[in-house]
């Protein structure tokens, strides 16, 4: 029987820590405010209710920093709110990641097709994850312990990450030498230097930064390694590098094993 095709599916969310600033269906809001002008309109096309409209907006603008919307007095057509020039580049940035992500994630469904034969799939698999970091690789080797196993995986010609899990993880999961499997990383476990540092033996890469985005709290960097492969780190606004970091800057970063969560094709 020839294997069904793959269709991977993730949603696109950025947050500030915990919270969250915003995803597809709030852009949707501030794309159709920014087209009307109406926010009771522009809530009923996103699929809000009039006071959960306003209250993402709210949190939006507190999480964002300053305000997104701006209301004007009616006169005979009614009054108008529309986007701050923020709220409006909070939609274009949005935007622009949205599209990276969509390239990223045709990217990783073309290599899941490729490996459909060896998964034997008869059936979909949709992946749905909050994880910001999602890489599909295969096993190069496995360094069994007692209580841990270190998992080499091969992303793109050398360019590798390792991953530990729990020996009972690893038994059931039935990781072998050249199974396929997607590895996950949330922002908030990416380090990130400015200044050289030590190296370590696993888990570290050079990248460029491409683009940030300042939180209140919380700034979210995206940094392109080799072969366009990007990794995303989120850290506080409260330490000394931050301010310093443009787009365009080389920088260091790492990541503990250990925050390296897999999985394989059910």
Known sequence: MRPAKFNLDAELTVRVGDELLANSKRIALLRQIDQIENLTKAAKLAGYSY??????????????????????????????????????????????????????????????????????????????????????????SINQGPVHDEIDIR??????????????????????????????????????????????SVNYFSGIAKKIITGKNYSEIVLSLEEGIEIVATIP??????????????????FDPSNVILGIAA
């Not at 606004?237 to 790492?254: C, F, P, R, V, Y």
């Open 51 to 140: 006071k959960g409209a306003w209250d993402s907006i709210q949190q939006m603008s507190e999480l964002s920093g300053g305000t997104l919307l701006e209301r004007h007095a009616g006169g005979k057509g009614g009054g108008r709110t529309k986007l701050t020039e923020r709220g409006k580049q909070l939609l274009k940035n949005f935007s622009l990641i949205q599209t990276e992500h969509q390239r990223f994630i045709a990217r990783l469904d073309k290599l899941a097709n490729g490996l459909s034969a060896d998964y034997a799939a008869l059936a979909e698999i949709p992946m749905k994850t909050s994880a910001r970091n999602q890489f599909a690789g295969v096993i190069a």
């Open 155 to 200: 992303l793109h010609e050398d360019l590798h990450l390792t991953a530990s899990i729990t020996h009972e993880s690893s038994r059931e999961l039935q990781l072998e030498i050249g199974a396929k499997v997607f590895a996950l990383i949330k922002a908030s476990m990416v380090h990130v230097a400015t200044e050289d540092c030590e190296e370590s």
């Open 237 to 254: 606004n409260t330490t000394k590098q931050t301010k310093s970091i443009q787009a365009g800057d080389e920088l260091s970063l790492w």
